[in-house]
């Protein structure tokens, strides 16, 4: 159909003149999801496997995105500029925890404790977890690793579960209150309901031994 007779025909034109508003629409809302992909470029980027050409500096976006997620949950958030030190500290409240992040090959069994080094050597009071980024390897947490955190007291953290545990946050399936409760733990941090729960029953049965009632 020609343009001219779209213009002098009532019902072409109505058509059209509604076409081009939706277009105007469409346009509108495509630049706000691209608004909201940028805001939580995070989500994508927690899993993305680390490629053997990335250097230092790739590593750093990672610890820099795990941070924005943090940020986006209001946790107040540092980055230290110093070496000798966690990746990333993240307080709500009362709760502080100093994250070291890992990417790419299975973390060795000496550098899991670098969380818990960097408090004992900074003085510092947070609760020390192990962030690793696994999809590079789709490896999980062994036995001894998880022995070692359990005993000298720090968290393992596979960034898979931390991205299921924003989502769970945002469907209304894990409270704050879960949330935290869950990065306080030693050991191995999981974020199933299976878990959540059998955490909290080793938590009543501990408070009740302390109390002399068992």
Request: hydrophobic fraction near 40%; charged fraction near 35%.
């Amino acid at each position: 159909m020609k343009k001219e007779f779209v213009k002098i025909i009532p019902e072409f034109k109505l058509l059209s003149d509604e076409y081009k508003s939706l277009k105007r629409k469409a346009k509108k809302v495509f630049r706000k999801i691209k608004v909201l992909e940028e805001k939580y470029y995070f989500l994508d980027r927690i899993i993305e496997p680390r490629k053997k050409s990335d250097v230092k500096e790739n590593d750093v976006e990672l610890e820099f995105a795990i941070m924005h997620l943090f940020e986006s949950l209001n946790f107040k958030c540092e980055k230290p500029k110093e070496n000798a030190n966690v990746d990333v500290k993240a307080t709500y409240r009362n709760f502080y925890f100093g994250l070291e992040v890992k990417n790419g090959n299975y973390v060795e069994e000496n550098d899991t404790l670098q969380a818990h080094k960097h408090k004992v050597l900074n003085s510092e009071f947070y609760h020390p977890i192990i962030v690793y980024n696994n999809a590079t390897t789709n490896a999980s947490w062994d036995a001894p690793r998880i022995k070692m955190a359990n005993e000298i007291g720090y968290g393992l953290l596979l960034t898979p579960e931390l991205l299921k545990a924003y989502n769970m946050l945002k469907s209304d399936k894990l409270t704050f209150e879960e949330f935290l409760f869950m990065l306080s733990l030693k050991g191995e941090i999981k974020f199933s309901r299976r878990f959540i729960d059998r955490a909290y029953k080793a938590k009543s049965l501990d408070e009740a031994q302390h109390k002399g009632i068992m």
